[in-house]
């Protein structure tokens, strides 16, 4: 049972390269969103997405794109990379509220991302 | 809006000792309330929860109360170990989670 995976676990990149961050899940949850994870900031949500072709922006959408094809995965792409994104990602899926076990959101292990 | 105010760490303890880490929050509609840990180089995993107003949620020897009247959520533990060493994290979901910043927990032996 894979969970939630993330891809790759470590990232550099230069200022305004572009790039995506692979997200998937086998648990076949409606709801999967991205986070990141600020040193003193606890998470905080970027974008996430209620089901496939629906996504919707979170706390700090700017810089960051995503799209959701199907109901497995869920990638994040930053179109032209910025010192301010360095940072640690975190993808997480979950079923939609009210489902059994609804709520509990299930986190990938993360993407360290620096930014030179 | 909402928002999860947590005590500032770090948080340094004894094997032995008892933990509190104290959350409060601020929400619009009926919120449900959570514990996650984030053990090092690792993601969040959920460590309780609590889903309506004087619910326990409690797991591995930690517990937290619901407590609608002070909007709180305070992590208890009545003898921490050093594999107990983490960051904790406080949140709320209404329609998103929303976060506290984490409290670094570390015990030592």
């Known amino acids: 049972n894979a969970g939630v995976t993330q891809t790759p676990k470590f990232q550099v990149l230069k200022t305004g390269q572009s790039m995506t961050l692979q997200c998937a899940q086998d648990?076949?949850?409606?709801?999967m969103s991205w986070y990141r994870q600020d040193p003193g900031m606890g998470l905080r949500l970027i974008h996430y997405?209620?089901?496939?072709?629906?996504?919707d922006q979170g706390e700090v959408p700017n810089g960051y794109n995503v799209s959701r094809s199907t109901t497995e995965d869920f990638p994040l792409r930053l179109l032209s990379a910025a010192p301010s994104q360095t940072s640690v990602y975190f993808c997480?899926?979950?079923?939609?509220?009210?489902?059994?076990?609804?709520?509990?959101?299930?986190f990938g292990p993360g993407t360290r991302l620096t930014v030179t | 809006g909402n928002s999860v105010t947590q005590m500032e760490g770090p948080v340094t303890l004894s094997e032995e000792a008892f933990l509190t880490i104290n959350c409060t929050y601020t929400a619009t509609g009926y919120p449900s309330l959570f514990w996650y840990v984030q053990y090092p180089g690792e993601g969040l995993q959920l460590l309780l929860k609590?889903?309506?107003?004087?619910d326990k949620g409690s797991n591995k020897g930690f517990e937290a109360t619901y407590r609608k009247e002070t909007t709180s959520f305070h992590l208890e533990k009545g003898s921490v170990q050093v594999s107990d060493s983490a960051v904790y994290f406080c949140a709320l979901i209404v329609r998103q989670l929303t976060f506290g910043s984490g409290t670094q927990l570390t015990v030592l032996p």
């Open positions: 648990m076949n949850h409606e709801y």
């Open positions: 997480a899926s979950s079923y939609a509220p009210g489902a059994s076990g609804g709520y509990e959101q299930y």
């Open positions: 997405s209620v089901g496939a072709g629906i996504t």
């Open positions: 609590a889903t309506k107003a004087d």
